[in-house]
């Protein structure tokens, strides 16, 4: 879909607020045969990237009850790091490194897929309801191949004018994780209480992405619904945030330098070339290069076919 559009129309405005686009999310199924239905906001054809977070997933609250929860069977990845947050529930996490461990809300799991790993994710029986965001990141030319790794970490509430702020992945409000990225990179969840003003020092040379989880919130005076990602041009240091409904408000707020390179995003891969996206397809169909996930109860996912067509790289456009 199309994003919606607010002023000024460039990187800061003649009040010194940031430039905003919204975009919209999209529904997409999950998981192979049993897949659970997620709302995407990254990649489109608008935006492909927020610095180098490359894909955003954002899915319930769903009564797993009645929705059967996750399963999502063992599956590769390669050029790219994985961000699990969640708001509600639990999730299992296996992968080909050995990890064995837990998705909480309020409690990063970062995997990096480099060269190539795989792993399972399934929802926990002690899960009634999930809710939470499933977020990617494009490794740089220079590290896609890097070795695969697993950080699991728990940032401590910082409170800022009524706010309640957990900085996952780099820095804000005073709080700096201590996760390693591969490229500058901002990640954080925001609660706002009902009818707040909350006014971030952000780094200039950044561009952010605002997602919505719950609540109604303006980002530089520009309304933001359920779901809805905007998107702040950098150029600006601050950002203004608020909660104009009765209810707390909750968000996720990402941010980077823009990431230059162009990428191909197809599957569970990311790469430069056709060529590349295809020696990763083969890797993973012949059994190599990604590893085994152990202790998880069924067979890995079989790849889709390629398209007939090259893949073309994409970048923003600006």
């Not at 899915?59 to 996750?70: I, K, Q, R, T």
Request: with cysteine; proline share 9%; aromatic share 8%.
């Amino acid at each position: 879909m199309a994003p919606r559009y607010g002023a000024p129309v460039d990187g800061e405005g003649p009040t010194g607020a940031a430039r905003v686009d919204v975009l919209t999310p999209r529904d997409v199924p999950l998981g192979g045969p049993r897949a659970m239905t997620v709302r995407r906001t990254l990649p489109q054809r608008a935006r492909t990237l927020i610095g180098a977070w490359c894909f955003a997933d954002h899915y319930g609250p769903d009564d797993v009850s009645v929705s059967g929860g996750m399963d999502v069977a063992p599956h590769p990845h390669s050029g790219l790091q994985t961000v699990s947050w969640l708001f509600s529930g639990e999730i299992e996490h296996r992968d080909s490194l050995g990890s064995h461990a837990y998705v909480r809300p309020g409690e990063l799991n970062l995997m990096t897929g480099g060269y190539g790993i795989s792993h399972s994710e399934v929802s926990t029986p002690r899960t009634t309801v999930l809710h939470g965001v499933q977020l990617w990141v494009a490794l740089p030319a220079e590290h896609r191949a890097t070795a695969r790794d697993f950080q699991h970490y728990v940032p401590e509430p910082v409170r800022i004018d009524g706010a309640e702020i957990r900085v996952f992945l780099g820095s804000l409000a005073g709080h700096t994780s201590p996760v390693k990225t591969f490229t500058p990179l901002l990640g954080a969840e925001i609660a706002l209480p009902p009818h707040t003003t909350l006014t971030l020092t952000v780094n200039p040379t950044f561009e952010h992405g605002l997602l919505i989880d719950q609540g109604e919130v303006s980002l530089a005076e520009t309304p933001l619904r359920f779901a809805e990602l905007g998107y702040a041009h950098p150029g600006t240091g601050t950002l203004t945030l608020t909660n104009t409904a009765d209810t707390t408000a909750r968000m996720i707020l990402l941010g980077g330098p823009p990431f230059e390179e162009e990428i191909i995003i197809w599957w569970n891969f990311i790469g430069r070339s056709s060529e590349e996206i295809a020696q990763a397809r083969r890797d993973w169909t012949e059994g190599r290069r990604f590893g085994e996930v152990r202790g998880y109860n069924g067979a890995p996912l079989p790849a889709p076919e390629l398209p007939k067509v090259p893949l073309k790289p994409r970048g923003n456009r600006r």
